[in-house]
């Protein structure tokens, strides 16, 4: 019994094991600096990291929608990285990745914004 026990934890012990080693194809993150440089240029960064954050458990299920719907949607955006999207989005680190991508080109932003400012600013002395 206990050589049975054993066989069965081994096979269950992985069961709900998650792939920690996930990795994004240079394709990939290109993708996703397009996708926050965009968000960044609209001054959305503070909705996007919201909605990004409260759809994080919906992730994987987005990505099968985006699949459901890409032959509708192939008619409006690039077939190519509709697909490469929803292919990012089956991996759960993707949301996590994207957030960064966007806070970091915020504070770029920002930063390029402050410096240019003090640039025109005429000195006082």
């Known amino acids: 019994m206990t050589e049975k026990k054993k066989t069965l934890l081994g096979e269950i012990k992985n069961a709900f094991a998650v792939d920690a080693q996930e990795s994004f194809s240079p394709e990939e993150m290109a993708l996703l600096e397009k996708a926050a440089t965009k968000v960044v240029q609209r001054q959305m960064t503070t909705p996007a990291v919201i909605f990004l954050e409260s759809a994080r458990p919906l992730n994987w299920i987005g990505s099968q929608a985006m699949t ?4 509708i949607l192939g008619l409006v955006v690039s077939t190519k990285e509709f697909e490469m999207m929803a292919k ?3 991996k759960r680190k993707s ?4 957030i960064e991508l966007i806070e970091r080109k915020d504070a770029e932003s920002i930063k390029k914004k402050t410096e240019t400012q003090t640039k025109r600013l005429p000195s006082k002395t």
């Open 88 to 90: 990012i989005l089956e």
């Open 68 to 71: 459901f719907f890409q032959p």
């Open 95 to 98: 949301i996590d990745v994207l």
